[in-house]
């Protein structure tokens, strides 16, 4: 990301768990970039991806009460690109964070996310059946197009993100 005061974009918030914020968020997370950015591909690609994350955080985050209950979403984005966070609380001994761990190496085996997807939809394809495609992500990294990253943060929290580099056109473009 640039240095201070060259952000143009910046959307929090901190909401529960629940699917139906998954829509909430994508529209306003939609207007938002819309405001900045203008209608079109880049405030559609933000706000799918950022619902896609939350989807994925409310499916495999540990919503274990009392303080578990909250589900963080930013999107804060400078003159180059825009960057996705959504952060759930994690148990860190799931087989999903290691699924996840392992789903992000492999789309970084491709020489982009791009052709990460499109293997994955060649291998679906190929083995015709089913069931779980593991297509998620991959799909969000292939469609963005975006780098794809993940952390764990103190307390248990799992923080992943999506960067996603703005067209050439859009560069310069700010709320200064």
Known sequence: MEGPGSQSFHFAMRVGPRWS???????????????????GDVSEVVSTVTSELMENAIKYGDWRPPERI?????????????????ECPIDEGSPHLANLRR????????????????????????RGEPGSS???????????????????????????SATIELPADLQTNSIE
């Open 103 to 126: 789903t992000l190496a492999w789309i970084e085996g491709f020489a982009s996310p791009r052709d990460a997807y499109l293997a994955r939809v060649q291998e679906i394809v190929e």
């Open 70 to 86: 909250w589900l963080r979403v930013a999107v804060v984005g400078g003159h180059r690109s825009l960057q996705i966070h959504v």
């Open 21 to 39: 914020n998954v829509e909430r968020m994508r529209t306003a997370v939609l207007h938002s970039a819309e405001a900045v950015f203008g209608p």
């Open 134 to 160: 593991g297509m998620g992500l991959v799909r969000v990294a292939g469609e963005g197009p975006c780098r794809l990253s993940a952390s764990i943060l103190p307390s248990s929290r799992l923080k992943v």
